[in-house]
C-alpha cells in the first residue's frame, strides 16, 4: 500500500491534477469564508448553476473546448446572475432565497437546454463538455493550472490590498457607508470574486458540487477561532488539504470521480470539526456542560448542608 501511495506522488499527472485542486480548495476556503460570513451561502450554489448557459454559449460561439473561452462565458453568465438576483432583492418585493431559487433552476435549466443541443450536433470538439456539470479534474492540463493559479494569485492579492474594507463591510455594512466606503464598489469585488472562485473550480469539482468546496471549509473553520485573520487560513488550509486528499484517494482507486471524491473529504473536515472543535465542537460543550452541572450540583449540595 505504501509503494502504490509513493508510487501515485511521483506520478506527474497526480502532482498536476492535486496542485490544481489544491489551488481551488484554497482559494474557495478563503474566498467562501466572505459568503459564509455575510449569510449567503446559498449564493455560492445559485451562481455556480448559473455559469452553465455561459459555458455552453461561449462554445457555440467559438466552436470549440477552449477553457479560457468557456471560463469568459462563465464570468459573464455569473455576473448577469448576480445582477439580476440584486435587481430582483432591491427593486421588487422578491426575497434573496426567492431570487437564488429563481435564478439557480432558471439558468441551470437554459444551461441543459444549450449543452443537449450541442450533444446533439455532429462536432467532435463537443467531447467531454458537460464534465462541467459533475467536474474532471483529470482532463486538467498544465495550462489549465497555470491559468487557475493566475486566478487565485489575483483574488489573494485583493483580498490582502482591501482587508480592512471587506472586513469592515461583512461585519457592518453600515458603519463601512459612515466611513466613506463605497458599499457598491465593496460588493461588486466580493461578488466578481466568488463568481470567479467558482468558475475556475467548474473543470474539477462541477456546477453541482462547487458550492460545497466554496462553503465547507470555512463551515469547518469557524469552530476552531472567531478571528476573521485565523477563520481565513484555517479554511484555506481545510480546502487545500481537501483537494490533494480527494485526489489522492481519487487515483488511488479504480473509477472513483475526484471531484465528489474532495467534497466528501471537505465534509468529514466539517463533520471532525463540529465535533472535536476545543471550544465550539459538540464533544467540548457537552463535556462544559456536563461540568457546570456538576459544579451546581456541588453548590446547591454545599447549600443545603450549610441550612441544616
Known sequence: MLTQVLSVFTDYTFQLVALGTGIIGLLSGVIGTYATLRKESLLGDALSHAALPGIAIAFVIIQRKELLFLILGAAVSGIIATGLIQLMTRKTVVKLDSALSLVLSSFFGLGLVVLTAIQNNPNAQQAGLDSFIFGQASAMLSR???????????????????????????????????????????????????????????????????????????????????????????????????????????????????????????SLFVFISLLFAPKQGYIAKHILKQKKQKRFMARLTELEGGKQ
Do not use: N
Open 144 to 266: 489549465d493550472v497555470q491559468l487557475i493559479a493566475g486566478v487565485a494569485l489575483i483574488l489573494l492579492l485583493l483580498v490582502g490590498l482591501f482587508w480592512k474594507e471587506f472586513k469592515c463591510y461583512t461585519f457592518d455594512p453600515m458603519f463601512s457607508r459612515s466611513l466613506g466606503f463605497s458599499s457598491k464598489i465593496i460588493e461588486f469585488l466580493l461578488s466578481m470574486m466568488i463568481v470567479l472562485t467558482i468558475i475556475i473550480g467548474l473543470e474539477s469539482v462541477g456546477v453541482i458540487l462547487i458550492s460545497a468546496l466554496l462553503i465547507g471549509p470555512s463551515i469547518a473553520a469557524r469552530q476552531w477561532t472567531h478571528r476573521l485573520s485565523g477563520v481565513m487560513i484555517l479554511a484555506g488550509v481545510f480546502g487545500f488539504l481537501s483537494g490533494i486528499i480527494g485526489t489522492l484517494i481519487s487515483s488511488l482507486g479504480e473509477h472513483i470521480p475526484t471531484g465528489p471524491t474532495i467534497v466528501v473529504v471537505v
